[in-house]
């Protein structure tokens, strides 16, 4: 049992840790170095890859497009205009397939801002760390403890970067060369001035050839091949590809000051097109906290999360991934690609989702007994043919550059990006999020993961905002009282579990001090999480006077008594919001609002769910990571 923790939100400052390469110790010695490396030992370290080349022949010809390809979305200038309601209103349609792809109106032409030096930040000065994948383990492997893809000890520029990506994909695809038969995998409009192409091939692989190639190196794992990513790249440290709006552009500064001592300036001239785009409701550093979006309900309780609130910055080469996860919060997310080769995405349909973790634990158990919270840790693939056969719906679309994919609450995806490329990607919250980010909630309590953010600080604000003030909000207000209603039934519930494990000690839970947080004699758990299970404590939480670090949940707080053995009279009870205050303000809203009960209803079988029906194929590989040749039917024969 740990000490309760303080939630930890983004101060843009980096820790500085010694990384372990876990592909290192493994890697083959056979490697090659792509030219110009030679002379630098640092970099020849980083510009290597395995002498792996593609085997046309082995590639899965009709296997590996298995899932249904998905159709693209195009609104009218007009419904550009307002990306929030523009996503809501396509929800229902865009959640079949657990994404959307979204293509531009015409006059969409917003420029590079890093190469525009925009921000202060241009091609010289963006410098990011890059993550080594194992392409090869990522499905097929031993089952091991704190796999991952660690960061390389050097810096590196967007040119630099191209030039790997360039060489290495070149050099996968040498032999034999491709035919190129179907979607192109390079981008006719990439700035050749700034990353021009120095190992062009007589013929490029097609995104269909590199696609079968990928699931091809996935599923065996008999050769290794790794890509290197520059993902994750937080754009309040080292800036956005599109214009900052003025608020992210003085924290930029701030950050560029404090962190790495120097004054960066934009250039001087004003460019009318880039002050355009610095506000533009598309603009993904406007998205998460716009007027539509919830979370712009919580950006002065949350401050600025990274990843979640203020956008990551991505540089791809050929096969490097995005593996299977859902957002945190089940939140929506936004991906676009500011120039370069497409990415490949697969979605399952959030209704889905119980039945692709079901899945995911038939096929691959060894690595789920050796890590059970798997699914958070965005390191693992698996070939969709697989999920399609055990029963999941997937669904797939290619992403070309300056367009979006959009995915949708609670939908589970993944991909892998085709060459050289530089995408951006950040959450929000469209109403639509609202029931979904309540069900996970529950969801993370069960597995002890922390939350990012405060549900029930959100649907406080929500029932608590003045509709006259907000048009358009009476329906999110309305499901958001009916939603605190079914959290305040919880609460009853677990306040009488509670008053029973107290009573065990002698304790009277019902007479124990009760302090509010707002008038100071409360000590505040707004960022507090349980020291238990890591329940949000925004509300209230249990903590004793000899230690108010140590604070806990009700299901959790008699602990204060058996395990921590703080005495029965030192314990409090420190609260936000009278439990009959909030009472009162659902009553309300619920009963000004026609079609409550209805609500209610829904929202009760939503989060009740349903058993997950899925086909028990069995284990694609053993607990070594050697595949099933011919002990299961189902597994496919080692290439």
């Known amino acids: 049992m740990t000490q309760g923790n303080t939630r930890k939100r983004a101060k843009y400052g980096f820790v500085t840790k010694e990384h372990h390469d876990p592909c290192s110790s493994e890697r083959e010695s056979s490697v090659e170095h792509m030219p110009g490396s030679e002379g630098d030992s640092i970099r020849r370290q980083v510009c290597q890859r395995p002498k792996a080349r593609w085997r046309a022949e082995c590639g899965d010809a009709d296997g590996s497009i298995v899932a249904t390809t998905i159709p693209s979305f195009r609104p009218t200038e007009e419904e550009w205009e307002n990306p929030m309601e523009y996503i809501s209103g396509i ?20 420029p590079f801002a890093i190469e525009q030096n925009s921000d202060g930040v241009d091609l010289d000065t ?26 390389l000890k050097i810096s590196c520029r967007l040119k630099e970067f191209s030039e790997y990506a360039d060489w290495a994909k070149a050099m996968h695809f040498s032999c034999p060369e491709p035919t190129g038969t179907g979607v192109s995998s390079e981008d006719a409009q990439r700035p050749v001035h700034l990353f021009p192409n120095k190992f062009p091939m007589n013929v490029s692989p097609s995104v269909e050839e590199i696609e079968r190639e990928f699931w091809r190196i996935v599923d065996s794992g008999s050769e290794h091949v790794e890509a290197l990513y520059g993902s994750d790249l937080d754009n309040g440290c080292h800036g956005s590809g599109f214009p900052l709006p003025a608020w992210r552009r003085e924290l930029l500064h701030h950050y560029f000051r404090e962190h790495r001592g120097v004054d960066i300036l934009p250039k001087e001239e004003v460019d009318d097109t880039e002050e355009s785009y610095r506000n533009h409701p598309w603009n ?3 998205m998460p906290c716009s007027s539509g979006s919830l979370l712009h309900y919580l950006k002065e309780d949350a401050g600025l999360v990274s990843g979640v609130m203020v956008p990551w910055v991505y540089a791809g080469s050929c096969f490097s991934s995005f593996c299977w996860h859902i957002e945190d919060h089940a939140l929506y997310s936004v991906n676009y690609i500011h ?95 609202l029931r979904y980010g309540s069900a996970i909630v529950r969801k993370y309590q069960k597995s002890r993961k922390p939350v990012t953010i405060s549900q029930d600080a959100l649907l406080c604000k929500l029932v608590s905002v ?129 079609g409550s009960n209805e609500i209610l209803k829904d929202l009760q079988c939503f989060h009740a769910g349903q058993e997950p029906k899925v086909q028990k194929c069995g284990p694609l590989y053993k607990a070594n990571g050697v595949r099933y040749v011919c002990a299961n039917s189902h597994a496919l024969m080692n290439k």
């Open 466 to 594: 003045n509709c006259d003030e907000h048009a358009g909000m009476s329906d999110v207000i309305l499901q958001a009282a009916c939603e605190l209603h079914l959290r305040l039934q919880e609460i009853q519930e677990d306040w009488k579990t509670a008053k029973a494990e107290f009573s065990k000690f002698g304790v009277d839970l019902d007479s124990i001090p009760k302090l509010c947080q707002k008038d100071g004699s409360g000590v505040s758990t707004k960022e507090a999480d349980c020291a238990v299970c890591n329940r949000d404590l925004w509300l209230f939480g249990l903590y004793s006077i000899e230690n108010d670090e140590d604070k806990m949940c009700l299901n959790h707080g008699h602990l204060l008594l058996s395990h921590r053995q703080y005495s029965s009279d030192s314990i409090c009870f420190s609260y936000q919001l009278k439990i009959e205050e909030l009472e009162s303000m659902v009553s309300r809203i619920m009963e000004a609002y026609e």
């Open 284 to 286: 993904i550093n406007n």
């Open 91 to 110: 929800t229902e349609e865009a959640s079949k397939w657990g994404m959307a792809h979204i293509i531009p109106p015409e006059s969409w032409k917003p």
């Open 339 to 433: 120039f370069g080769s497409p990415k490949v995405w697969y979605a399952v349909p959030s209704d889905a989702s119980r039945e692709f973790e079901e899945a995911l634990q038939d096929a691959l158990p060894h690595l789920f007994e050796a890590s059970p919270s798997l699914l958070y840790q965005l390191v693992t693939q698996i070939h969709p043919r697989e999920l399609i056969k055990r029963g999941v719906p997937v669904y797939r679309v290619v992403h070309p550059p300056r367009t979006f994919v959009v995915t949708m609450p609670n939908a589970y995806h993944s991909g892998f990006n085709t060459g050289f490329n530089c995408a951006e990607a950040v959450n929000f919250a469209a109403p639509p999020w």
């Open 126 to 151: 963006f410098e990011f760390a890059v993550k080594r994948q194992p392409t090869s383990e990522l499905c097929c492997r031993d089952a091991q403890e704190g796999f991952g893809f660690a960061p």
